[in-house]
């Protein structure tokens, strides 16, 4: 019964696919995103861990004078940047090192919501 039991388990058992890595690599510096023949001045939003063990998140908008630190505001400063400059301006996003992915992905995320057709990270040189 024990064989049999055994055998039942392994013939039905499926196996997860082991996680994967996403292949890719950050852009050389070079002098900014071209449009149209213009060089466009991207939106920089900087990433930056807060808290006891970096659990929280600052981010930061170039022409934005205070530190947003929660998506929904986020999303309302980059939609009133997108309604001044349009969506074609590009988004440059900062993280830094120590930062959770989970934050940079939340820029992202709200960059797509806002319409942005183009978000960038920074290549690892200009991270501070």
Excluded: K
């Excluded at 060089?39 to 659990?55: A, K, L």
Aim: contains cysteine; charged residues 15%.
């Amino acid at each position: 019964v024990t064989f049999q039991l055994l055998l039942f388990f392994l013939l039905t058992m499926t196996f997860r696919m082991a996680e994967g890595m996403i292949p890719g690599a950050l852009p050389e510096a070079g002098t900014g995103p071209v449009i149209c023949g213009v060089i466009t001045e991207p939106i920089d939003v900087m990433v930056r861990p807060t808290g006891e063990h970096n659990t929280g998140v600052v981010y930061e908008v170039m022409g934005h004078g205070r530190p947003i630190t929660n998506g929904h505001d986020l999303h309302a400063v980059l939609q009133q940047r997108a309604e001044l400059t349009g969506t074609a301006s590009p988004i440059l996003i900062r993280p830094r090192p120590d930062v959770e992915w989970g934050y940079v992905v939340e820029v992202f995320n709200q960059a797509g919501r806002c319409g942005f057709d183009e978000v960038n990270f920074a290549p690892s040189a200009h991270l501070e």
